[in-house]
Structure formats: structure tokens, C-alpha cells
């Protein structure tokens, strides 16, 4: 790509990977057809697709109208292999519904991004308490339950998959779960929807405290996926770095409070439409400082691309990292482009130079992509960013949108 175009137009965020995952896992509490709407046409999705036909369940994706509908056997499969699961860790989520449902889940330990040591601690214990006896062999982690009962489970911290995998397996449990200390992003709010439709009973959603009723067995639905708030706060910081202006169609302005406000820190304009945001830009941003926690707070998966923001706004910034140790990475290769960031351990100072100057860079997880890829949109000369494959896994057609918003930017072979 070649540097300093402004972005104008406009873009549609799709479903949000980070939710389309949990609901297709979730699929897999209901014998029948579930569909599922507004999904993204990303790697992970058919990587997930993949697990789930090898779990026993029909799966079509119809990639152009944005559904997939997946046919699950009366008695699906218990076993999760090394080969799919290394190439994504979110497939760690069917543990819960397989254990509720099956009985037994044989899950290959996952690999995924290289951010960090992501523990499954919590996923583990909260399983065990709802009565599954769990254990670690030949690189599987095997949960076995002939009924799992209600327990009240404290979460450490507000774990978004160990969230995700003990509501799913508490709704097929005998009696009442609370689990306390949940995460409460909309992705979780997405999969109790779901499960509430799928008549689970689910008291406390979008609160930290989740009371879970289990039911002898649930039905399949049809849901829509929420949009992609991570997608639509990569578009907002586009906007803002190329001095430019796009509208966020779909995306979901609620679910951005904390990073909206921030850009509106640098000196953006954020206006609110009835389905999505606008944001424009006029001038050289101003640095702002974040601290990524757990939702409401700033999120982790749009610390990348603040750091690329911060790196050519005027001023200094402190960005701190509190979930994953290694998501600094990336600034290594941001470095090559000129950007001026000391890290020291989960700190970063980001001081603002005018310009950053083009390089072959490489991205190390999605997220990092995106970041190197907004830095490269306005630095001078050509940026090649390789192993864009990470940058697949979570945006669908990312080439093609920022083309059509005026990047100068093409996608060749890697
Ligand atoms: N953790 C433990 N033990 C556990 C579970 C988590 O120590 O049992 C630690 C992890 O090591 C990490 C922190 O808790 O340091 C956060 O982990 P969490 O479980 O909340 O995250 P996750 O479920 O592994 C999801 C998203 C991530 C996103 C985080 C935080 C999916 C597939 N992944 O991961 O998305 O960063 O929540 O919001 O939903 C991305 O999209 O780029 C991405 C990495």
C-alpha cells in the first residue's frame, strides 16, 4: 500500500467474530437446524464449520448472503482434534456444550494467537464444580459428566470464554448456576440471547452476576449475529488517522463508549445514526492514553490500532495492557515504519512523530495486522505487510472496503 490517501465512504460491519464462534459451538446444545445470520466471511468461521462437521453435524455456509445453517445429529461427537483446534483457540468452546450435551468432550489444547499464555484455569474449575470430572492427557484436556448439576462458580477474573463455556454448559445442568464475576461484553450478551431463545433460562444478562436454570434439553433457532464491534472501532480509527470520513454502517456506537470517547479525546466528530456512526476527522489527532480491561472497559482486541493512532498524533501517550502480555509484539514491526514506542512490560509509551516512512513489516495476530495496516495508510511511500493471513481470521474483505473508501492498497500473494 502506499500511504496518505483519506478514507471516504462508507463500510458495513458484519457479525462479529468473536461472537459467531460461540454461536455456532452453542448449535450444538439442539438436536435440528440452526440458523445463523449477519456471519462474517472469515477463516475462523470455516474453520469452525470444519470442527463441527467432524463432530458429526451438516454445515453450509452460504458465504455471499452471510448465513450458515448447521444440522445437528441426535447424538453429535465428543472429540475436537490438534490439527483444527492449533489453528484456532476459540475452539475451546465447545468443551461446555459437548460436556452438557454428549457427556464427554475430548478438546485438543489449543494454540491460536501468539499474545500471550491464555490459561483455561477458570474453564476447568467452573466445570468441575458443575460436576464434570476433568483431566489433561496426551495433549487433550477430557471432561466427562453423565449430568451436570448447578454450582455457584467465582470467577478469578471476567473471562470471556471461560463465560462462554459454563453458560453453555449450565443450561443443560440440573438446577441453578450463578456464576459470578462474568464477563459482559455483547458477545456474551449475543450467545444468552441465543440460548434464551433456544429456551434456556438466563437471568442477569449483561450484568456480572448470570443465574442459569438448566432445562432437560433446548431447541434450535434462527439469531443474528450482533455487529462486529471491534471491525466497526477498526473503521472509527481509520478515520481518525487519515484525517477522513466514514460512515460505520451497522456498527453499534453503544458497545464503543469508552474508544469513541477517546477518539473524540484526538479530535474527532462522532455522529450517531440510526443504524451506526459517522466519524471525520479535520486535523493532526491528539495522543490519548488507554487502559485496555475487561468490556466496559477499553478493549484489548483495539489496542493495535490506538498504538498506530498514537504513533502519528501529536503529543505522548501511556498505553497500558492488562490481558494479554505479549500484545506489544507488534511494535517491533511498527518500529520499522518509524514509530517511536518504548515499551516496558505492560506499558507503552507512544511519543507522536509527523510521519512515519513505508517498510516491509509483518504481522505477528489479527489485531497487530490491522494496527500495522492503518499505520501503513499514512506513511509515506509503500508498506508491505506480510503474513496477512492473520488479518483474515477476523476481517472479511478488509482489501476491498479500504479500497473502495480511496486506500491506495492491493493484496498480493504473501
Ligand atoms: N485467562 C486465564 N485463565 C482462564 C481464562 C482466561 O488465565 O481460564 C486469562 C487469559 O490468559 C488472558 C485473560 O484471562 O490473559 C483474558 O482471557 P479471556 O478468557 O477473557 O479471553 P478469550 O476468551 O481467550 C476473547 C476473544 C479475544 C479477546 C478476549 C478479551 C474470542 C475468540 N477471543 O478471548 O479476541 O481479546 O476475549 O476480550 O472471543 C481477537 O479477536 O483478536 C482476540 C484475541
Avoid at 265 to 290: H, Q, T, Y
Wanted: proline content about 4%.
Amino acid at each position: 500500500m502506499v500511504g496518505g490517501n483519506r478514507l471516504v465512504g462508507t463500510v458495513r460491519v458484519p457479525g462479529a467474530k468473536n461472537s459467531i464462534l460461540k454461536l455456532m459451538a452453542a448449535s450444538l446444545l439442539a438436536e435440528g437446524s440452526t440458523t445463523l445470520t449477519e456471519v462474517p466471511d472469515i477463516l475462523d468461521v470455516t474453520i469452525m464449520a470444519e470442527l463441527l462437521r467432524r463432530l458429526g453435524c451438516e454445515v453450509n455456509q452460504d458465504v455471499s448472503g452471510g448465513t450458515v445453517r448447521i444440522d445437528v445429529p441426535d447424538k453429535p461427537g465428543h472429540q475436537a482434534d490438534y490439527d483444527l483446534v492449533r489453528k484456532m483457540r476459540a475452539s475451546i468452546c465447545v468443551l461446555g456444550p459437548l460436556v452438557a450435551r454428549v457427556g464427554e468432550a475430548d478438546v485438543a489444547l489449543p494454540g491460536g494467537d501468539a499474545i500471550g499464555s491464555r490459561g483455561l484455569d477458570m474453564h476447568v474449575n467452573g466445570l468441575t464444580r458443575l460436576g464434570a470430572e476433568v483431566t489433561s492427557e496426551h495433549g487433550f484436556l477430557i471432561a466427562k459428566a453423565a449430568q451436570l448439576h448447578g454450582a455457584k462458580i467465582w470467577l478469578d477474573f471476567p473471562s470471556v470464554g471461560a463465560t462462554e463455556n459454563l453458560l453453555m454448559a449450565a443450561v443443560l445442568a440440573k438446577g441453578t448456576t450463578v456464576i459470578d464475576n462474568a464477563a459482559r461484553e455483547p458477545e456474551i450478551v449475543d450467545i444468552c440471547q441465543m440460548l434464551v431463545a433456544m429456551g434456556a433460562t438466563i437471568e442477569g444478562i449483561g450484568s456480572s452476576t448470570l443465574e442459569i436454570e438448566g432445562v432437560e434439553a433446548l431447541q434450535p433457532v434462527t439469531h443474528r449475529t450482533v455487529p462486529d464491534r471491534i471491525v466497526a472501532g477498526t473503521w472509527a480509527v481509520a478515520a481518525v488517522m487519515t484525517q477522513g470520513d466514514i460512515t460505520i454502517d451497522q456498527g453499534d456506537p453503544g458497545h464503543l463508549e469508552i474508544a469513541l470517547d477517546k477518539l473524540v479525546g484526538c479530535g474527532a466528530m462522532i455522529e450517531e445514526l440510526p443504524v451506526g456512526f459517522r466519524v471525520s476527522m479535520d486535523r493532526r489527532p491528539k495522543a490519548v492514553d488507554i487502559v485496555t480491561l475487561p468490556y466496559p472497559g477499553f478493549p484489548t482486541d483495539l489496542q493495535p490500532q490506538f498504538i498506530a493512532l498514537n504513533a502519528i498524533s501529536e503529543g505522548a501517550a501511556m498505553v497500558t495492557e492488562n490481558l494479554f502480555e505479549a500484545r506489544f509484539r507488534f511494535v517491533h514491526e511498527l518500529g520499522r515504519l518509524g514509530a517511536d514506542v518504548h515499551t516496558d512490560g505492560h506499558h507503552a509509551l507512544v511519543r507522536g512523530r509527523s510521519r512515519l516512512s513505508g517498510a516491509p513489516v509483518e504481522a505477528t495476530d489479527v489485531r497487530a495486522g490491522a494496527g500495522l495496516v492503518l499505520a501503513g495508510l499514512v506513511a509515506d511511500g509503500t508498506t508491505t505487510v506480510h503474513e496477512v493471513h492473520h488479518i483474515d481470521r477476523g476481517y472479511s474483505g478488509f482489501v476491498e472496503s479500504l479500497q473502495a473508501l480511496s486506500a491506495d492498497i492491493t493484496r498480493v500473494d504473501d
